[in-house]
Antibody
Framework: QVTLRESGPALVKPTQTLTLTCSFS??????????VSWVRQPPGKALEWLAL???????YYTTSLKTRLTISQVASKSQVVLTLTNMDPVDTATYYC???????????????WGQGTTVTVSS | AIQMTQSPSSLSAAVGDRVTITCRAS??????LGWYQQKPGKAPKLLIYAASNLERGVPSRFSGSGSGTDFTLTISSLQPEDFATYYCLQDYNYPWTFGQGTKVEIK
């Protein structure tokens, strides 16, 4: 059974750095075609794709946050870490990590999601 | 980045209705598009990948079509559990981008 769980602070102050951890089981990020993505959703707003790390350790980021985001893996612990620097109230959102994989008929799919973790940015 | 535009942004429909949601890409994305369903307070769920392929376990009343720039998600007979918000996502190139969502409400 594949599971993912996000963890991190519920509240951060403006200008601080947010560090979120995605702990997963049931798959290996070393397997060809496997990836982990991060997606966020501000309250009442649409989903926003943030970043992806793949089995080859390639990393991709959304353009608007590229200078502030870092995604990395802790292979031995089956974890993926996302950091977002210089937090602002507009970064208040629910942050999800997802297993993302190459699908049998082509393309990719975010086929298993964590429950999400809510982060509020406020002084 | 590729812009994904969904229409309509919301719709009202009755149980049993046929519902169609459209997603348009700002440039051609082959068939590299997925559809996701999200219910309030829940994580999204993958419905369709590669434009027209049904994810395992998803009811066959859901279907997807299209390629290039224009895509459609169809629910052939709307069920009570289908009232939710639907998002398209292009995975043609990085950065991946979601549409703004379509909320399907009860008429």
């Amino acid at each position: 059974q594949v599971t993912l769980r996000e963890s991190g602070p519920a509240l951060v102050k403006p200008t601080q750095t947010l560090t979120l951890t995605c702990s997963f089981s049931g798959f290996s990020l070393s397997t060809s075609g496997m990836c982990v993505s991060w997606v966020r959703q501000p309250p009442g707003k649409a989903l926003e794709w943030l970043a992806l790390i793949n089995w080859h350790d390639d990393k991709y980021y959304t353009t608007s946050l590229k200078t502030r985001l870092t995604i990395s893996q802790v292979a031995s612990k089956s974890q993926v870490v996302l950091t977002l620097t210089n937090m602002d109230p507009v970064d208040t959102a629910t942050y999800y990590c997802t297993r993302t994989r190459e699908m049998s008929h082509g393309g990719y799919g975010m086929d298993v999601w964590g429950q999400g973790t809510t982060v509020t940015v406020s002084s | 980045a590729i812009q994904m535009t969904q229409s309509p942004s919301s719709l009202s429909a009755a149980v049993g209705d046929r519902v169609t949601i459209t997603c348009r890409a700002s440039q051609g994305i082959r068939s590299d598009l997925g559809w996701y369903q999200q219910k309030p307070g829940k994580a999204p769920k993958l419905l369709i990948y590669a434009a027209s392929n049904l994810e395992r376990g998803v009811p066959s009343r859901f279907s997807g079509s299209g390629s290039g720039t224009d895509f459609t998600l169809t629910i052939s007979s709307l069920q009570p559990e289908d009232f939710a918000t639907y998002y398209c996502l292009q995975d043609y190139n990085y950065p991946w981008t979601f549409g703004q969502g379509t909320k399907v409400e009860i008429k």
